[in-house]
């Protein structure tokens, strides 16, 4: 809001308003999806969407190779996009294949499934003043999961996250320090990260949740007329 201030003579005119989460992603007693082998015992991290020069994969595959030694963690990337191919190469390059499993692409639909495996979500961007700014719509989608989030990101997107109380961030660009965090949070007690999670299905629903937005947006709609009457 405050990069938007500077083109608005009245900044009492603006009004945040985030994307909303679907309700799919609250969805109870999903069946893991088949596609991903079940390894108890592990601690598996998530990635799912879309794969690109944003999300920095290049950071996320140094945190995967710091840890790569540790067979109790292993990570799951679900999606694709411009980066895919070069992942897939550099998995299997740096001898990744058994700690990395890259599941492909799935419909929105299907993320239960996949969230069902994970233990961690993870959110990625690059180092950008624009993308410190926005708030990565998986963001709101993880919170509604009620899985704990690591989030590798600056700005608008690592503060809902520390706000909501529901996971571990670094800075973007930072895979020793996302390395880190996968351990830190790896070793916490199970009610722990339980309680991390609900903390952002409970943030989510609050400030993302599609019934609420829409009479926030109903609300905006009113005042507008409002104001507009009053000046005419």
């Not at 963690?73 to 890259?102: A, N, P, S």
């Not at 706000?163 to 949070?185: K, P, Q, Y």
């Amino acid at each position: 809001m405050t990069s938007l201030a500077k083109y608005c003579d009245n900044k009492d005119k603006i009004r945040y308003f985030p994307s909303w989460s679907e309700d799919v992603f609250i969805e109870g007693n999903v069946q893991p999806a088949p596609e991903v082998p079940r390894m108890p015992g592990t601690f598996s991290v998530l990635f799912a969407g879309n794969i690109g020069e944003a999300q920095d994969m290049p950071a996320v595959l140094d945190a995967v190779e710091r840890l790569k030694e540790n067979l109790a963690i292993r990570w799951i990337i679900v999606g694709d996009g411009r980066k895919t191919e070069w992942l897939q190469t550099e998995v299997f390059k740096r001898g990744l294949q058994d700690r990395v499993v890259l599941a492909g692409r799935f419909p929105v639909e299907r993320m239960p499934s996949f969230y069902a495996h994970a233990d961690a979500l993870l959110v990625s961007l690059k180092r950008d003043p624009v993308f410190s700014m926005t708030i990565p719509g998986k963001v709101q989608s993880y919170l509604m999961a009620g899985i704990p989030l690591l989030g590798m990101l600056d700005g608008e997107g690592a503060a809902v996250i520390r706000d909501a109380d529901a996971g571990l961030t670094c800075d973007a660009g930072d895979g020793e320090g996302l390395a880190n965090a996968v351990l830190a949070l790896a070793a916490m007690p199970v009610e722990v990260r339980q309680r991390l999670g609900l903390n952002g299905r409970h943030y989510a629903q609050q400030e993302f949740g599609r019934a609420q937005l829409m009479d926030r947006l109903e609300g905006m709609l009113a005042e507008a007329v409002a104001l507009r009457k009053a000046n005419a």
